[in-house]
Structure formats: C-alpha cells, structure tokens
C-alpha cells in the first residue's frame, strides 16, 4: 500500500509540470488561431486591394496602375523593414535571385491586372489558387525536390479543376481566361524562386527589392499611356498599395504564428470575398462550372496541405 505522504508529494511535484504543459498547449492553440485569422485577414486584404486595382483599371493604364501602387506599398514594407531589423534586412545576397524574381513578380503582376481588366474578379481569383500545384509540379526539375504520388494526384485534380473553370472547347471560352492560367503558372516560378532565394537573403528583403523591381517596371511602360490623376483618385492608388503591404504582412505574420499546413489552406477564404465583391460591385455572379472547377482546385489545394513530408 503506498505511503499517502509519498503520493502526495508525487503529486505536488507533477501538478506544476502538469499545468506547465496545459499552459504551453493552450499558448501554441492561441498562436495557432492568430495565425488563421491573420491568414484570413490577408486574404480578405488582397481581395480588396484587386478590386481597387480592377477599378483603377477602367480609367488608367496597367503600368499607371502599377507604379503608383507600388511604390506606395514600398514606403510601408520600407518602415515595416526599418523598424524590424534596420537596414541590414535589406542587405542583398544574392543578385541574381532578387532580380529574377522581382522579374517574375512584375511578369505575374501583368498578367494578372490584364486578367483582372477583362475578367470577373471571382474567375481570376479562382484560377490563380492554382498557383500552388504548379509550385509543387516544378519543385522536382527546378529545386530537386521528390513529389510524391499522392501530391501528383492533387496537380492533377488541381488542374482538372482549373480544366473545369476555363473549358476550352465550350462556347462561353475566351482567350483571355488564358491569362490568369499564365498567371498562376509565373507566381509559381516567383514562388519556387522566393524559396531558392530565402536560404540566402531576409524575407523583407525579398518583399522590399521585389515591390521596387515591379514599380520600376511600372514606371517603364509609362510611354504607352499616363494620364493625370485627381487628388481623390491618387487617393485609391494609395490605398490601394497600403492594403498590398498590409495583407503581405498579414500573410506572414499567419505563417509566423501558425504551422503551415493548418494556416494556408484559410487563404482560400479569398474567394469567398471575391465572389461578394464582384457581385456587389459589379454584378459578376459566377456560374456553377467555375464555383466547381474552384471547388476542386481548393480541396485539391488543402489536400495537398496536409500530405505528409516524406510521404509516398
């Protein structure tokens, strides 16, 4: 029979470390729930930052569109690094990198807003989920990396589901639906890029050069049309890249706080928002093919989120 004095000093000695490993668990679930909310924020922020960017885009040029924009979101993420970690977090490592994937940022960013011009906000949207599978799909030829076959079986439901969004072939087909494909497969190539690129360089470096390289780039179209801006209108422009930078820093802080794997899947929240803001602003109602297509591309997406590393 135990000594009760022994029980009960096993007892005191458990219970702190007890309520230390409640304490911690709690602490991770909290942090884990600022991260999907941060996450849902940012989705929410994109949504709306490209619905202003859409609207821009009935009365300016792309490259208008863009360098403004841009390089109001380049005073934010300038403050934001600066009062991080200085100017050492912007020190540039690796040249090459940072300009090719501010390259493939402004190539992706063109895309879109020409998608964006000609395209309901929700079919963009949609679409650019995509992004994900051809991320996985180049990370073997690009990076080495083994895909195994139950991600493959996600890209292709993926692109299946994209199939389903655009179909070609069919009479509501447009070329232009071609775009944010290309979109999706670019940001990929930024993506992969942005990965290579991280082992060597800051993440607010990478933001910080890629946001100046595509305002550049903006600022280099100008000759194909620049027209006088209103103080109401710069306005737009400004808010418009102030949300940019707010929704990427919202982005990061859900992947600071929160696993990956439980956290990116609430992005997919976007196109929630992009099917309220397009109908409310301009009274795009999707059809049931691309709510379809999208709803195999996200479950594709999610699925994908939660393959385990190392699986086959």
Known sequence: MPDPAQSGAGD????????AGAAATAKAAAAQTRGIIAMM?????????DSIS????????????IAIRQFAALAVI????????GAPVLRIVSWRGQLMRGGLFLAGTVVILSAL??????TVTAIIFASPMFVAALSAPVLGE???????????????????????????????LL???????????????????SRTDHSLSILFWSTLIVGLGGL???????????????????????????????MIEGLRLGRAAVVTPFKYTGLVWAVLLGVLLWDEWPDRWLLLGALIVIGAGIYMCRVPAGSR
């Open 146 to 176: 083994k895909v195994s076959r139950r991600v493959w079986i996600a890209i292709f439901a993926g692109f299946v589901g994209v199939l389903v969004m655009i179909r070609p072939g069919a009479a509501s087909f447009e070329w232009a």
């Open 78 to 85: 300038l403050a934001w690094a600066l009062s991080v970690g």
């Open 54 to 65: 859409k609207f821009l885009l009935e009365t300016y040029p792309i490259g208008q569109v």
């Open 220 to 250: 280099a179209m100008s000759p194909f049309g620049w027209l006088p801006v209103s103080a109401g209108m710069l306005a737009w422009f400004l808010l418009a890249g102030v949300i940019s930078a707010c929704a990427q820093f919202a």
């Open 41 to 49: 924020i940012s989705a929410l922020l994109l949504m709306i930052g």
């Open 179 to 197: 775009l944010p494909v290309i979109g999706a497969a670019v940001n990929g190539l930024r993506d992969i890029t942005s990965r290579r690129l």
């Open 117 to 122: 011009d000609r395209l309901p906000l929700a």
């Open 12 to 19: 005191a000695t458990a219970s702190p470390a007890g309520a």
